[in-house]
């Protein structure tokens, strides 16, 4: 366990099984409802898409995209290699509180596309009036799930040669389960 340091990209080992770190991070997770999904091509060009998303007990995040958009040409061509970041845009500057994610996305199919589904109504401000057919078949649009492998939270500003630098905490996605 180690603190952060610019030897270790400024992220902190050593907070990973505080409770109010953790706390903070499911109360991002819990709070938003948007998050942004960064994707990028198999040519190395990169791209970042904001979508409304639902997750599950195990943080699984699922949106539903258009089948052509770019994120998910991309999400198809780059073996579902993404990452997601959640946060509030309306916290002050210079007191970000964020969550971070790498891993893997997937379209889904059958069932799964009515399990996600189901989370997503529930979170919707204005009605979701679709069925899980309206993502299958010939639609334009399907459903996704992005599945975390690596989890970090916004850790606390330091101060290095009168500059701020950023941190991050690294979480184990077993103590941040929801």
Same mark, same amino acid.
């Given at each position: 366990? !180690?603190? @952060?340091?610019?030897?270790?990209?400024?992220?902190? *080992?050593?907070? +990973?099984?505080? @409770?109010?770190?953790?706390?903070?991070?499911?109360?991002?997770?819990?709070?938003?409802?948007?998050? *942004?999904?960064?994707?990028?091509?198999?040519?190395?060009?990169?791209?970042? +898409?904001?979508?409304?998303? @639902?997750?599950?007990?195990?943080?699984?995040?699922?949106?539903?995209?258009?089948?052509?958009?770019?994120?998910?040409?991309?999400?198809?061509?780059?073996?579902?290699?993404?990452?997601? +970041?959640?946060?509030?845009?309306?916290?002050?500057?210079?007191?970000? !509180?964020?969550?971070?994610?790498?891993?893997?996305?997937?379209?889904?199919?059958?069932?799964? *596309? !009515?399990?996600?589904?189901?989370?997503?109504?529930?979170?919707?401000?204005?009605?979701?009036?679709?069925?899980?057919?309206?993502?299958?078949?010939?639609?334009?649009?399907?459903?996704?799930?992005? !599945?975390?492998?690596?989890?970090?939270?916004?850790?606390?500003?330091?101060?290095?040669?009168?500059?701020?630098?950023?941190?991050?905490?690294?979480?184990?996605?077993?103590?941040?389960?929801?």
């Amino acid at each position: 366990m !180690e603190i @952060a340091t610019a030897t270790n990209g400024w992220v902190n *080992t050593a907070n +990973s099984q505080n @409770a109010d770190v953790i706390r903070q991070a499911q109360g991002i997770i819990a709070n938003n409802i948007y998050c *942004t999904l960064s994707t990028c091509s198999v040519d190395g060009i990169p791209w970042v +898409s904001p979508l409304f998303f @639902a997750f599950d007990d195990n943080l699984n995040i699922y949106w539903s995209s258009a089948i052509a958009s770019q994120h998910s040409q991309n999400l198809y061509s780059n073996n579902g290699r993404a990452a997601i +970041s959640i946060f509030n845009t309306t916290f002050p500057e210079g007191s970000p !509180e964020g969550l971070y994610f790498s891993g893997v996305a997937s379209e889904l199919d059958g069932d799964d *596309t !009515e399990f996600g589904l189901q989370l997503l109504k529930p979170r919707a401000r204005n009605p979701i009036n679709r069925t899980a057919v309206d993502y299958l078949n010939d639609s334009p649009r399907r459903m996704y799930r992005f !599945e975390p492998k690596e989890a970090w939270v916004t850790g606390e500003r330091i101060s290095v040669s009168n500059q701020l630098v950023d941190t991050r905490v690294c979480l184990s996605l077993i103590d941040l389960k929801i």
